[in-house]
């Protein structure tokens, strides 16, 4: 008989914990029901349109907190052109906050009538406005390794030449046609060789000290040797 009471017993306790165990996963799929994902923030963006990145993150919503992966939602967010980095929280209440780090232009490239942002690295993060006041690089559409030479030099070329450089088209390999604020020509060079602007600049100088017009173009892609186009003479009698 004592033996029966005790079985009996341990019948009970071991029915009393699997009761409080279904209890328990009831009541944890009934709040992941209820624990949704149901609204995104985002901050960070100043350049870029918030509309990016919500778009991505949006994919969440519905999702149960306890199921969503910020490092997952992190990752789809950094692979938007612009976003340089993102950190991602997910609270319990079902709310993504996204903080957005961007990349920062310094160029628009022209390729036909297209017209991108791009930055220091030369990588396109989107689209540019019509009102984008940034220098322009023109032709290098299919060379992108030729626009980030050129971007990573651009800083020695504007020293050597003493100016703003505005615009840069390819011509050809290691061939560039330079456009400096407050220069009315262009400046033919290698852009690997910002070093010959400086040489370019005093031939520059000499020639309009002589009393010279100034050329129609001046080509420093040669080594050690600097070619003006000398502007064609004005018309006799306004001719």
């Given at each position: 008989m004592t033996?029966?009471?005790a079985d009996?017993?341990?019948?009970?306790?071991?029915?009393?914990?699997?009761?409080?165990?279904?209890?328990?996963?009831?009541?944890?799929?009934?709040?992941?029901?209820?624990?949704?994902?149901?609204?995104v923030r985002v901050t960070g963006t100043h350049r870029f349109p918030n509309r990016?990145?919500?778009?991505?993150?949006?994919?969440?919503?519905?999702?149960?907190?306890?199921?969503?992966?910020?490092s997952e939602l992190r990752a789809s967010v950094c692979a938007i052109r612009w976003v340089a980095d993102a950190t991602v929280r997910i609270s319990l209440d079902g709310v993504v906050t996204c903080a957005v780090l961007e990349r920062t232009p310094v160029a628009v490239a022209q390729d036909g009538t297209a017209r991108?942002?791009?930055?220091?690295?030369?990588?396109?993060?989107?689209?540019?406005?019509?009102?984008?006041?940034?220098?322009?690089?023109?032709?290098?559409?299919?060379?992108?390794?030729?626009?980030?030479?050129?971007?990573?030099?651009?800083?020695?070329?504007?020293?050597?030449w003493?100016?703003?450089?505005?615009?840069?088209?390819r011509l050809g390999p290691g061939?560039?046609?330079?456009?400096?604020?407050?220069?009315?020509?262009?400046?033919?060079?290698?852009?690997?060789?910002?070093?010959?602007?400086?040489?370019?600049?005093q031939v520059v100088s000499a020639w309009r000290a002589a009393g010279n017009p100034d050329p129609l173009r001046v080509d420093a892609r040669a080594a050690g040797r600097i070619a003006l186009a000398p502007a064609p003479p004005a018309a006799e009698g306004g001719e």
């Open positions: 033996a029966l009471l009996r017993r341990r019948v009970r306790r071991l029915a009393g914990r699997a009761l409080l165990g279904l209890a328990v996963l009831a009541l944890t799929a009934t709040l992941a029901g209820a624990l949704q994902v149901r609204e990016d990145v919500e778009t991505v993150l949006r994919a969440a919503l519905g999702t149960p907190t306890i199921a969503a992966r910020a991108q942002l791009v930055d220091r690295e030369g990588r396109m993060l989107a689209p540019a406005p019509p009102e984008a006041s940034l220098l322009e690089l023109d032709g290098f559409g299919a060379y992108p390794e030729e626009r980030a030479g050129v971007l990573a030099t651009t800083g020695a070329l504007e020293r050597s003493n100016g703003t450089l505005r615009r840069a088209e061939s560039v046609a330079l456009e400096f604020a407050d220069t009315p020509f262009p400046v033919l060079a290698d852009p690997k060789d910002p070093q010959s602007l400086v040489a370019a600049r």
